[in-house]
């Protein structure tokens, strides 16, 4: 599996190895003895799966408070998203800035989305089905997001009218967020 560092520290796209023939394809898409080789432990603790019947359909943009913040490894396993992270981690230098990316079931990418990020995805076929591992569990309570058309974050979605939850059709712009991340470097 190769590590591919993003544009926004801590933020990773995976692309697993993928051996095909004539019957289909393997991959791994998760091993703890790799994810640690590269210096990444978690516990993940929870699988999650969606499915968005229609195209232009925006899940996010989402995050979960501390004691509940959690890291995301995700993948679409069908169809073909147009992923986009956001770092919200006060004193962080790419602190607010914003990525996006093609997944798909296709190209297998994957992505690593570290405590502290906010994330969202905009399906770009119907009946795409996105599945991911978190290491934290889900919390009604810790739960909240970013405005999808937040003229901050002036995200370029492929959608100009998208099919949201009622949740995500109110959610508050970046400079009104409830967050408590805190950036620490590595170094």
């Not at 986009?84 to 602190?95: A, W």
């Not at 974050?153 to 995500?168: A, R």
């Amino acid at each position: 599996m190769k590590f591919i560092s993003t544009s926004l520290i801590d933020a990773y796209i995976l692309e697993p190895n993928v051996y095909g023939d004539h019957r289909g394809f393997f991959m791994e898409s998760f091993s703890a003895k790799i994810f640690e080789e590269h210096g990444f432990s978690f516990d993940f603790v929870q699988d999650n799966h969606s499915l968005s019947a229609e195209s232009g359909t925006i899940r996010g943009i989402h995050y979960q408070l501390e004691p509940y913040a959690q890291t995301k490894l995700l993948r679409v396993t069908r169809g073909a998203v147009y992923d986009v992270i956001v770092d919200i981690r006060n004193g962080s230098p790419t602190y607010g800035k914003w990525e996006g990316f093609i997944l798909s079931e296709d190209n297998k990418k994957q992505l690593l989305v570290p405590k502290g990020f906010a994330h969202g995805f905009c399906t770009l076929v119907k009946d795409t089905e996105v599945q991911y591992k978190v290491d934290n569990y889900y919390s009604p309570e810790h739960d909240r997001g970013i405005s999808w058309n937040d003229p901050q974050l002036n995200i370029p979605w492929p959608t100009n009218n998208p099919i949201l939850s009622e949740k995500d059709k109110k959610q508050p712009n970046l400079v009104d967020i409830d967050y408590q991340f805190t950036f620490k470097s590595k170094e």
